[in-house]
């Protein structure tokens, strides 16, 4: 039964208003501001992945152009003269549009597009837009729509300052009168938007919640979240454990659903492996808001595989950034693995001195099958935390023995006159049955 509240999937693609990114405007210049905080390298690498973002959302990169200052124009972010110039190398060139290496206020890109006549994009823009595209799912559609129309309600002005310039140029005289109207239209579109989010929230509570079942279910499994910077091969990674078949590409962002499969663990405790989307650096907060019940997965896991692409020379920056996320979501607490992939593209003394310099650290290459076993094995180790303890519990507590030959491993079991001395190997989850029985050694 279709509930009018909830958003289906076919509304969601009749209601594609998405139309920041035309199909056809395929050139772009992209700038950055470097200001004498950052550091030269790190800029390039920036901007090196904002070109990467680029060509993912199918957008040509003619130029690149980094402006020094101290910190950005409130007006325009660029400062004039720079965007004069911008300006000018574009038409020359041809290109569509400026990619910007950072989220532009509404004032920002309204000054950027009025006074040097620039259509201008930001990273965010970019990053919606390939969500947007690779977003299969009913699930991820309505997170990836409610992040666009988050995105877009405080921009409104500037979108309908487009409404405003052409109104304005066909009836000269009219110039005033109409943009009264844009104004009275932006309160309408804000409030049909504010309507919109609400009914997309309210679908995506409602998936929260059967997702919320579904975990609860399989409650007595082990879960396992494999998380990572996009491309670091978690879906590689993810398939070779499972025979899952989730798709794997050489492109960022290719996995925005999370798919989880049953694990087989040599010791045949239940576990349960999820396969996730990808993070990236300053990932846009309306994103993470958005995708929280994706992210749940790794919130809720009892084990993180950390994957690293280690054949980049970013990666130590990346492993900051993953954990960063991890933290805004609440999920920094959770045991991680480093997984170290690609170690089949890197020498053996770079992968091996990264093993040691991390903790928990495992080299691998998903790909080429390398080094499973023994991350096999430490998560093994790191799931069940398995320890022994020595423990003296009163004969009262039969029922609780009976309990422990279930889940733990016995060593040692002696029946003595003040009480049952018993030696068992326990995971973590389970040493609160015993904390008050412990012998200290
Ligand atoms: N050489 C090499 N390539 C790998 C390895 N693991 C993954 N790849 C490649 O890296 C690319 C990205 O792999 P995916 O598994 O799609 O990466 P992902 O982390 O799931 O990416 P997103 O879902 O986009 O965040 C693909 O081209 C893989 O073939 C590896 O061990 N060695
Ligand atoms: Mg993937």
């Known amino acids: 039964m279709q509930n009018e509240e909830y958003l289906d999937e076919q509304q969601l693609e009749e209601e594609e208003s998405w139309d920041e990114l035309q199909k056809d405007e395929k050139c772009a210049f992209i700038a950055a501001i470097v200001t004498s905080r950052d550091n030269e390298s790190e800029a390039h690498a920036a901007l090196d992945e904002l070109e990467r973002l680029a060509d993912t959302a199918g957008i040509a990169i003619l130029g690149r152009y980094t402006q020094r200052r101290t910190q950005p124009e409130r007006s325009s972010y660029f400062g004039k003269g720079f965007l004069e110039e911008i300006s000018i190398q574009m038409h020359q060139a041809g290109a569509d549009m400026l990619i910007v290496n950072a989220e532009l206020s509404s004032i920002q890109g309204r000054n950027i597009e009025n006074t040097f006549q620039i259509k201008v994009i930001d ?25 666009e129309l988050q995105y877009q309600l405080p921009r409104l002005r500037r979108l309908w300052g487009h409404f405003d310039q052409e109104r304005g140029s066909a009836r000269s005289a009219g110039g005033a009168a109409s943009r009264g109207m844009g104004e009275k239209q932006i309160e309408v579109d804000k409030r049909l938007i504010r309507q919109q989010i609400g009914k997309i ?117 990346y492993v900051g950034q993953v954990d960063e996320v991890l933290s805004s979501i609440g999920a920094s607490e959770i045991p991680q693995i480093i997984v170290l992939n690609k170690k089949d593209l890197v020498d053996n003394s770079l992968s091996k001195m990264l093993s040691k310099y991390y903790e928990n650290a495992v080299a691998i290459s998903a790909a080429q099958n390398l080094g499973i076993e023994e991350l096999l094995l430490k998560i093994e180790e790191l799931l069940m935390e398995n320890r022994l303890y020595h423990l003296r519990l009163p004969y009262t507590q039969n029922a609780l023995v009976s309990r422990l030959h279930e889940i733990g491993k016995i060593t040692q079991e002696d029946y003595k006159d003040d009480g049952i001395y018993l030696s068992v190997i326990l995971g973590a989850a389970d040493r609160y049955l015993i904390q008050e029985y412990v012998i200290p050694q």
């Open 201 to 317: 929230n309210k679908s995506i509570n409602q998936i929260t919640a059967q997702k919320e079942t579904q975990r609860k279910q399989r409650d007595n499994s082990k879960k396992i979240c494999i998380v990572g910077y996009t491309n670091a091969g978690k879906s590689t990674l993810f398939n070779l454990l499972t025979d899952a078949g989730v798709l794997v590409e050489d492109r960022l962002f290719a996995t925005l659903d999370s798919t989880s499969r049953q694990l087989k663990l040599s010791t045949g405790t239940p576990a349960i492996i999820s396969d996730t989307v990808g993070f990236i650096s300053n990932l846009p907060h309306h994103l993470i808001a958005s995708f929280r019940a994706t992210l749940m997965e790794a919130v809720d896991a009892d084990l993180l595989l950390h994957l690293v692409d280690i054949s980049d020379e970013r990666h130590e920056y």
């Open 123 to 147: 990273r965010t823009e970019v990053i919606l837009s390939i969500f947007h595209d690779h977003a299969r799912s009913k699930e991820a559609k309505l997170q990836v729509k409610l992040a």
